[in-house]
């Protein structure tokens, strides 16, 4: 069983920064890629930023410049730094990990989501 659980979410004034965190747990072989996306209400959920286990990264256009990606592989973490955040940052975070249970085949696993809203 393996098990994605985020946190760090919460209310933020806009200019404002939060760190979003995500701990993966359970009978983990191997994890690929890590990712987090994020989905505002009546929208599709969008890849916000992902990172490879060699630890190249990539962002949607809307965040460049702004938030950071970053992995911790002897924790079990992956981390969203994010800065100078806009009102249309709000959304619910999601935690996304492409790995290898033991005795299975590789999928990608979701956490429960996050809730970020950015208001004044």
């Known amino acids: 069983q393996v098990q994605l659980v985020e946190s760090g979410g919460g209310l933020v004034q806009p200019g404002g920064s939060l760190r979003l965190s995500c701990a993966f747990s359970g009978s983990i072989f191997r994890i690929y890629t890590l990712g987090w996306y994020r989905q505002a209400p009546g929208k599709q959920r969008d890849l916000v930023a992902g990172i490879t286990s060699g630890g190249s990264t990539n962002y949607a256009d809307s965040v460049k410049g702004r938030f950071t990606i970053s992995r911790d592989n002897a924790k079990n973490m992956v981390y969203l730094q994010m800065n100078s955040l806009k009102p249309e940052d709000t959304a619910v975070y999601y935690c996304?990990?492409?790995?290898?249970?033991?005795?299975?085949?590789?999928?990608?696993?979701w956490g429960q989501g996050t809730q970020v809203t950015v208001s004044s």
């Open positions: 996304n990990a492409n790995l290898q249970a033991f005795m299975a085949e590789a999928k990608h696993y």
